[in-house]
């Protein structure tokens, strides 16, 4: 690795003072303002950092000193970033000294749609399995301890990974006496027996409502595949497993505290968390208070009563702190990727499907409206491009009529793109967060839409080209999160099985490593203190046991994470500090 000179070594003495940096320009290719500082660099004589790391190989993600081979850390923030010989010597005999024995370090990955909870991995039954009689053996298990009448529920199903297609007819061999739920873990489809069906006044001659779908096989009969609004019919039916306020709260800490170990051991330091409602929020406050959050987490809180109870305090965009913070509010306005229900203007391959939406034109402007007028910002959902276009209507809408500077309003997902959605995505300063771990994870499902679809969707190139700050998102547990996947992903655009979609939206591992950091930063606002290693900005790093863009790129995802730290804090491996 190259030298580094005196010259570029720079640090920051403000940090020291718990003083923050600016806010960045906005837009994509920004740096975070850290020339700015280097002529007025007070001295960092004396100043005994907590923490140094050295003889790394630094990717900074910061371009005014992109490679760097050591770092200082004091107050949870770097402080000087530079040489081995320039950062060894600031250590006292206080100071921790990491040796990095030329590990790969980059700052902590930034995951800008995750469904943080750990609930149902702790708790309900698993579907993610690949053999249907796995799948069965499971719900036995659990109705067997489940009285008569009392739903039977399990998550994080993947249809297309399962042997046979599901059907209601498997379930009714678990239990016609329970009714049974089997959750995509999409998070938009579920599986019914006849039970449930029963139960929900559901049967061949019911129609779909609006927004929804009940499935159907050649004769017109009920196959066991909800989508969407439809399951509204069951969520009021049957007998639920109920907790008591203690009970549920207890939950909410022991999964928060569980789900957190799983994201930093992977190389997360913050997350945007989804759809945060009263539960949610709880536990990210309960574990905190337990010493047992390691990540960072942003709340795009649900558009419902949370939300209600947000506007009625005067809790507004950005409120909180380096741990927890308001980043939006979040509506669905349309199906899913994974589970082929999102909304676009040609059908699924070999069918005349275009997919579902969940939200009327009117009814994206009124929520909008809503939001940006109580200074929120918007998150809405938004897969297909039909979607996407009638998001963006309602955001030039409302940015004509109340303009605001640098909002930054979000499209979830943002997956099937064309030429003028990105050029209206780039006008209005909106940030899309597609899914950086499907093309590799989801791989068989994209037969569906078909490889010149594939060439628009998950569009991480078209977008950086067209100089728009695109995130990296893992919707978790709709996709995996782990964000070596992801970068593989990004980079290869290839599936587990080797069949390559969408060759053209390849993009470079330092792109996919500012997708993954700064530019998660940049879509909660906070690339002034995350996202980089840059003195004066929180010390989240990720050491890696090898270079990404040395390994062969297929091999990118078996990259083991060797330490995480937040706040310079290790979190991973767990027990150490
Ligand atoms: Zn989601």
Not at 20 to 27: F, W
Not at 560 to 570: D, E, M
Request: hydrophobic share 35%; charged share 25%.
């Amino acid at each position: 690795m190259k030298k580094i000179s005196r010259k570029q070594f720079f640090g920051f003495g403000a940090a020291l003072a718990g003083v923050g940096l600016g806010k960045s320009p906005a837009g994509a290719g920004f740096s975070p303002g850290t020339t700015a500082l280097l002529a007025s660099q007070p001295s960092l004589a004396g100043v005994e950092p907590d923490l140094v790391v050295i003889n790394a190989r630094v990717y900074t993600v910061d371009s005014s000193l992109p490679r760097a081979e050591a770092f200082a850390v004091k107050n949870g923030r770097f402080i000087a970033v530079g040489s081995t010989a320039d950062v060894r010597h600031l250590a006292s005999a206080r100071t921790r000294v990491i040796d990095a024995g030329q590990a790969t370090v980059t700052p902590g990955f930034i995951d800008t749609h995750c469904h943080v909870s750990g609930v149902n991995e702790l708790y309900a039954v698993n579907a993610n399995v690949r053999r249907v009689r796995e799948l069965l053996a499971n719900l036995r298990a659990k109705a067997d301890k489940t009285p008569a009448g009392m739903w039977v529920t399990a998550v994080m199903f993947d249809d297309t990974k399962l042997d046979v297609p599901l059907t209601r007819q498997h379930l009714d061999e678990v239990s016609r006496d329970h009714p049974i739920v089997v959750g995509h873990r999409g998070g938009h489809t579920s599986w019914y027996n006849t039970r449930a069906f029963e139960l929900a006044g559901v049967n061949r001659n019911t129609p779909d409502p609006d927004h929804g779908r009940f499935f159907r096989d050649d004769s017109g009969e009920l196959n066991g595949r909800v989508a969407e609004q439809a399951r509204a019919a069951f969520s009021k039916v049957g007998v639920r497993e109920t907790f008591t306020p203690e009970q549920q709260r207890e939950r909410g800490r022991a999964g928060m505290r569980h789900i957190s170990e799983l994201l930093t051991a992977a190389g997360l330091t913050s997350v945007h968390d989804a759809g945060a409602d009263r539960d949610r929020i709880l536990a990210y406050e309960d574990a905190r208070a337990h010493g047992e959050l390691r990540h960072r987490a942003a709340f795009l809180v649900r558009g419902n009563a949370t939300f209600s109870g947000f506007k009625a305090a005067g809790i507004s965009y950005g409120f909180g702190d380096e741990w927890l913070r308001v980043a939006g509010v979040k509506y669905g306005a349309d199906g899913s990727a994974s589970e082929r229900t999102m909304r676009m203007s040609t059908p699924y391959i070999g069918t005349t499907d275009y997919g579902i939406l969940t939200m009327t034109q009117e009814e994206i402007d009124d929520a909008v409206e809503d939001a940006h007028r109580h200074d929120f910002r918007v998150a809405v959902h938004a897969n297909g491009d039909v979607t996407i276009d009638m998001v963006l209507k309602a955001y030039e809408k409302v940015l004509a009529k109340y303009p605001r500077d640098d909002t930054r309003h979000r499209i979830e997902h943002c997956s099937l793109v064309n030429p003028d959605l990105l050029r209206r995505i780039k006008a209005l300063g909106v940030v899309p967060t597609p899914f950086w771990t499907y093309v590799y994870y989801h791989g068989e499902k994209w037969k569906e839409y078909g490889p010149e679809r594939m060439e628009w969707m998950f569009a991480h190139k078209s977008f950086l080209d067209a100089g728009i700050p695109v995130a990296g998102a893992s919707d978790y547990g709709p996709g995996p999160f782990e964000p070596m996947m992801a970068i593989q992903s990004m980079v290869t655009r290839t599936d587990y099985n080797g069949n390559v979609w969408g060759s053209r939206q390849k993009v470079t591992v330092d792109d996919a490593l500012k997708i993954g950091t700064i530019n998660g930063a940049y879509a909660s606002h906070e690339e002034h203190v995350k996202g980089s290693i840059s003195p004066g900005k929180y010390a989240d790093f990720v050491m890696l046991e090898k270079d990404p863009h040395d390994v062969n790129p297929h091999e990118i995802k078996d990259i083991r994470i060797v330490r995480t730290a937040v706040g310079g804090k290790t979190m991973y491996p767990k027990d150490e500090n």
